[in-house]
């Protein structure tokens, strides 16, 4: 990356071909076994090329360096001895992304994290994430929002605006990062305040896109007192009229509202102790349906005499559709120097709040509708002292608390088809069910990492977690005889006066059900490295991650009340680092493979003793996740800055079991784990009398994908998606300095029709034939402008 903060996988990136990306990887690769073929010599000789270097740096002909903490330690992205991908703040602010967190991923090989609008990201990497988005059942993928984990999935889309970095670690991370990091850490750093009163790192940026999309953003900071105070604000206002077209209402749908603000204080309280405090505020809301409906059959027909569109522009409901989310938090960082040692301290408070109706049957019949209400709160502690980095002997040892209590309430309805507005044909009745949920959890985890450095050229580090987690929930459900009635259908969540149905049957919609459980958890890892030469090393790692253990929360019956046993992950891998051409050329490269078991996963099957089928949180015996990953940064002319990225897969569960004498699902394939993910970006600067004008290009190949576990086939289609590329461009002016940018874009250049996330909704014993789809923004088109001091 360009960027002074960053280099690493660079965001947007053009299209191109697997082939020649391929050729490019195998060449990179013949040159680093020649280097390691010559390693004695290269190291001897290393005052050379190092002059070299220093030369370009000063002709400003280099990659940048980059800085990033994911160890708990600043160092440089190139000497982390994991795979790691780090994206700059001022490249992501610059080609627009960071709408939501989940953008990030898109840019990381072998990672997806797909979204509803900037809502709940689906967080996967190297096929581990987590299918059931209860709020109480946290991702294995974790999310920390400066170095404060983030357990509620929907609270992990915060916008990213005003950040100095984000870090991208594949693979388990349960030593230093510890909670549920089965499958890597996504770690957002927003930009400090800072004492530098020569930086010139204040801006405000207005962006205008298709659909009314307008976004105002900025951050500003300064010294409040000489060497002791500095605080800095910074805030996104995000407003975008719907893109999607309601068939039945008329309405445009798919609208949103989001602001978020931060606001920071760093006091230098002794010259060995400064405190910085962390304030921030997030409220986002959406208006109108953003789900459609898909039939299999050949005259169109979905359910019920209703034909849905097939324009991905339409959606058709009759129930109404809208969301309100807020988000509050707060953190205080210390950071201590006891002689030698280094002492820090990280306390974390946030909660979230979401009120939502959905028309659940995504038609305009009435059949299903929804309303949740959701509240979660979380705080955090954690302590670390480290040793100096530089000692032959350098330790990180601490402990970590997390307490986390949700409440939640759903209900469901389908209301008098006469009374409410629908479209003719909705089968007769009315049913209402209702869901309240209780949930608590606690942990507490030591943890410690050790490295020792034998030789200059050989280091090896070992770390070691134990966490013990305590979780308790009470559930009570109630479902109607069919019968009911309400008093007030606008308000029909909290207005039902009718009878609900027995408890007792497996297969009953009233029921009542509590557990506790207690895991203890040992997570460890070692990684030797050998340094070939100052700019070439390998590392071989081995890793131990688990997952706490849960509930089936969503439970509709109680034939689906399950506990789900801890998920545990071995991962092996080896990789590669290196610099070439005097600085001008990165190349990086990991092959890895997992033993994954006792996975979390959510199926549906069949139950005999409730004599229906059923959706069940369980545990799959096995999995295995095989992958290679290669990642290049090069500078081949001064003004030509190139990045690309290529990630191979291979997840299948070995042995899936669905419970109670369900279907054998073993051979299938991890969902959201395509075989191939590839990157390619570019950008170039053409110098002109007032600045600069920089063209840029940048496209993500995904190969085939599954979005469920069962089905996995071409019958059911819509629950896929198929291979697909989404190319974006822009071109921008900058004056000199980067004081003003001028911006204009276009996103999913050639108008790709493609899906985001889709639901199963095929019955054949109720007559329907196909499924629900979300499907993501056609091409768009934007303008900006970011002014810097």
């Keep these: 990356m360009r960027s002074k903060e960053i280099k690493g996988a660079h965001p947007r990136q053009a299209t191109f071909q697997l082939k020649p990306l391929v050729k490019n ?45 994911s160890q708990k330690r600043e160092e440089s992205v190139q000497e982390v001895k994991t795979a790691i991908t780090a994206l700059g703040g001022k490249d992501l602010l610059d080609q627009g992304v960071g709408r939501s967190a989940s953008e990030v991923l898109n840019y990381v090989p072998n990672a997806s994290a797909g979204t509803q609008q900037h809502g709940r990201p689906r967080w996967w990497i190297r096929g581990v994430g987590a299918g059931q988005q209860q709020y109480d059942l946290s991702n294995p993928v974790g999310f920390y929002l400066d170095e404060v984990y983030i357990s509620n999935a929907s609270a992990t889309g915060f916008p990213l ?116 405090l962390n304030v921030h505020y997030r409220k986002y809301e959406t208006d109108g349906a953003i789900t459609t409906t898909r039939s299999y059959a050949a005259n169109g027909v979905f359910r019920n005499g209703y034909k849905p569109s097939k324009d991905i522009k339409h959606v058709s409901t009759n129930a109404p559709d809208s969301s309100d989310n807020t988000q509050n938090g707060v953190s205080l960082n210390l950071k201590w120097q006891l002689g030698r040692l280094a002492l820090t301290s ?17 038609t305009p019949l009435e059949i299903s509708r929804s309303h949740t209400d959701g509240k979660s709160r979380q705080f955090t502690q954690e302590f670390r002292l480290a040793s100096p980095k530089e000692d032959r002997w350098n330790w990180l040892a601490g402990a970590h608390y997390f307490n986390e209590n949700v409440n939640f309430s759903t209900q469901g309805a389908k209301l008098p088809s006469a009374s409410v507005p629908g479209l003719a044909g909705a089968p007769p009745g009315a049913t209402y069910n209702k869901s309240d949920l209780t949930h608590n959890a606690e942990s507490f985890a030591l943890f410690g990492s050790n490295t020792y450095n034998f030789t200059d050229q050989f280091n090896a580090t070992l770390g070691v977690r134990w966490t013990r987690e305590t979780k308790e929930y009470d559930l ?91 998920e545990q992950l071995d991962a092996y891998e080896v990789g590669y680092k290196s610099e070439w051409l005097d600085g001008r050329l990165n190349f990086n490269t990991s092959l890895f493979h997992y033993n994954y078991k006792d996975v979390q996963v959510n199926v549906v099957g069949f139950n005999a003793n409730a004599n229906t089928t059923v959706s069940y949180l369980q545990n799959a015996k096995k999995a295995t996740v095989n992958g290679a990953e290669f990642e290049v940064e090069a500078l081949p002319l001064e003004n030509l800055h190139v990045n690309a990225s290529l990630g191979l897969l291979d997840a299948d569960y070995d042995s899936l079991q669905v419970v109670n004498g369900g279907a054998d699902l073993s051979g299938r394939s991890l969902v959201r784990s395509p075989h191939v993910t590839a990157q390619l970006a570019a950008d170039y600067r053409i110098p002109v009398r007032y600045g600069k004008v920089i063209i840029g290009a940048d496209a993500r190949y995904q190969a085939k994908q599954y979005y469920f576990i069962d089905p996995q086939s071409e019958a059911r289609g819509h629950l896929n998606q198929e ?48 499924d629900s789809i979300y499907w993501a923004a056609p091409r768009t088109v934007g303008v900006s402008v970011t002014t810097r001091w």
């Design 25 to 69: 990887v195998s060449i990179a690769l013949a040159i680093s076994a020649a280097t390691v073929l010559n390693a004695n010599l290269a190291y001897a000789e290393e005052s050379a090329p190092a002059q070299a270097e220093d030369k370009a740096k000063v002709e400003g002909v280099t990659l940048p360096s980059v800085t990033v903490t």
């Design 161 to 276: 605006f005003d950040i100095e970095r984000v870090e991208v670690l594949r693979g388990p991370q349960g030593t230093l990062w510890g909670k549920n990091t089965t499958g890597g850490a996504v770690s957002v750093v927003s930009k400090k305040p800072s004492f530098n009163t020569d930086a010139k790192d204040n801006y405000v940026k207005v962006d205008y896109g298709s659909y009314n999309d307008r976004i105002v953003q900025g951050g500003v900071g300064g010294v409040i007192i000489d060497e002791r105070l500095a605080g800095r604000v910074s805030f996104l206002q995000e407003d975008q009229d719907g893109r999607l077209k309601n068939q039945y209402t008329g309405s445009n749908d798919s609208g949103l509202s989001e602001g978020a603000i931060r606001g920071q204080l760093l006091a230098v309280l002794t010259p060995d102790l400064e405190a910085l």
């Design 346 to 362: 990280i306390t974390g408070y946030e909660d979230f709040q979401s009120e939502i109706v959905t028309d659940n049957d995504y």
């Design 476 to 566: 009570n459900r109630k479902g109607s005889t069919g019968t009911g009635s309400w008093s007030n259908l606008a308000q029909w969540w909290s207005t039902y006066t009718g009878a609900y149905a027995a408890a007792g049957p497996s297969g009953s919609g009233t029921f009542s059900a509590k557990d506790s459980k207690t895991w203890n958890a040992l997570t460890y890892d070692i990684t030797p490295e050998y340094k070939i030469t100052p700019h070439d090393r390998v590392y071989a790692k081995y890793s131990h991650g688990e997952k706490s253990g849960g509930f089936n929360t969503a439970a509709t019956s109680l034939a689906a009340v399950n506990t789900v046993k801890p």
């Design 723 to 770: 291979a697909y590329t989404l190319a974006n461009a822009r071109i921008s002016f900058a004056t000199h300095n980067d004081k003003y940018l001028f911006t204009g874009y276009v996103n999913n250049l050639f108008d790709k029709e493609y899906k985001n996330h889709s639901l199963p909704a095929f019955n054949a014993a109720q007559g329907v034939n196909g």
